[in-house]
T-cell receptor, first 114, second 116 residues
Framework: AQSVTQLGSHVSVSEGALVLLRCNYSSSVPPYLFWYVQYPNQGLQLLLKYTSAATLVKGINGFEAEFKKSETSFHLTKPSAHMSDAAEYFCAVSKNNAGNMLTFGGGTRLMVKP | EAGVTQFPSHSVIEKGQTVTLRCDPISGHDNLYWYRRVMGKEIKFLLHFVKESKQDESGMPNNRFLAERTGGTYSTLKVQPAELEDSGVYFC??????????????FGPGTRLTVT
């Protein structure tokens, strides 16, 4: 069985500060890992994904995440937060086979202070 | 190109009533997924269609939930009779090939269901 844990249901940063959203996973097989973002009144949008190629994955809007197998982590970072980054972020894992269901973490709401 | 659309955006019903949620996937996407987020909890998988066939319905909570996908196009999710614990946001997603890591799932905005 797979599971995803996101540490911190709410994270607050100042504009221009580093964003770090934590995600740890457990999986019996090498996983595919994803970060999604949900802006108010919108659907989830894919930020980036890890699919066993490069361990450092770059996504949209300046976000990136690093897959660390030894730590079973896939933390999301952005060097400098912008007000428009305020949203809810979800880490998800999918098995390395067909049947593409996603298993999500609980979500982290990012607040950006001016 | 239109994204995944869901109707209604909000629904408030009384316990015991029936509600039907609709999802229109992106045109040409054979794979359609339903997920649900109960307040304060994580988003959970409900089921997966490939065209009109149910590929995986392991996440369906119980037999009060019925999902259909007529002709492999739009999908409906009926809850009958609704219970208080069914309240939450129901998300629909679609993808073209259904291959993990190779194929992005595009999500709709969700339907917020409140059962009173």
């Amino acid at each position: 069985a797979q599971s995803v844990t996101q540490l911190g249901s709410h994270v607050s940063v100042s504009e221009g500060a580093l964003v770090l959203l934590r995600c740890n996973y457990s999986s019996s097989v090498p996983p595919y890992l994803f970060w999604y973002v949900q802006y108010p009144n919108q659907g989830l949008q894919l930020l980036l994904k890890y699919t066993s190629a490069a361990t450092l994955v770059k996504g949209i809007n300046g976000f990136e995440a690093e897959f660390k197998k030894s730590e079973t982590s896939f933390h999301l970072t952005k060097p400098s937060a912008h007000m428009s980054d305020a949203a809810e972020y979800f880490c998800a894992v999918s098995k390395n086979n067909a049947g593409n269901m996603l298993t999500f973490g609980g979500g982290t709401r990012l607040m950006v202070k001016p | 190109e239109a994204g995944v659309t869901q109707f209604p955006s909000h629904s408030v019903i009384e316990k015991g009533q029936t509600v039907t949620l609709r999802c229109d996937p992106i045109s040409g996407h054979d794979n359609l997924y339903w997920y649900r987020r109960v307040m304060g909890k994580e988003i959970k998988f409900l089921l997966h269609f490939v065209k009109e066939s149910k590929q995986d319905e392991s996440g369906m909570p119980n037999n009060r939930f019925l999902a259909e996908r007529t002709g492999g196009t739009y999908s409906t999710l009926k809850v009958q009779p609704a219970e208080l614990e069914d309240s939450g946001v129901y998300f629909c997603a679609s993808s073209q090939r259904g291959a993990p890591g190779l194929d992005e799932q595009y999500f709709g905005p969700g339907t917020r269901l409140t059962v009173t």
